[in-house]
């Protein structure tokens, strides 16, 4: 079992930076592939970021690349998503999910919602133009 709490989430402008956390408990942090996602008002909840267990690997979806960075801290067993250059289009609640993965790497394909066991109860970014 995996609970999680995120934060950092608030209101900026755009090209600010934020970056949020997601504070975990539980034994198995890390063996959980570890991912952000987002869901704006009206729309679908969205993968945002994602790094392995060791957190030598990440992805990105295209729409933050270059501008996001995942990261993860084992020995805390906290997970962060360094937002930079905001964009109006960044506004959404952004969740951390954990996802149980055997592997080294990270899982292949897009990563989907439904492949996440365990989720946040989201924070609030808010980007004003």
């Known amino acids: 079992q995996v609970q999680l709490v995120e934060s950092g989430g608030g209101l900026v402008q755009a090209g600010d930076s934020l970056r949020l956390s997601c504070a975990a408990s539980?034994?198995?942090?890390?063996?959980?592939?570890m991912g952000w996602f987002r869901q704006a008002p009206g729309k679908e909840r969205e993968f945002v970021a994602i790094?392995?267990?060791?957190?030598?690997?990440?992805d990105y979806a295209d729409s933050v690349k270059g501008r996001f960075t995942i990261s993860r801290d084992n020995a805390k067993i906290t997970v962060f998503l360094q937002m930079n250059s905001l964009k109006p289009e960044d506004t959404a609640v952004y969740y951390c999910a954990a996802r149980y993965y055997g592997g080294s790497y990270l899982p292949p394909g897009v990563p989907r919602v439904g492949d996440y066991d365990y989720w946040g109860q989201g924070t609030q970014v808010t980007v004003s133009s």
């Open positions: 790094i392995n267990r060791s957190g030598g690997t990440t």
């Open positions: 539980g034994r198995t942090f890390s063996r959980n592939v």
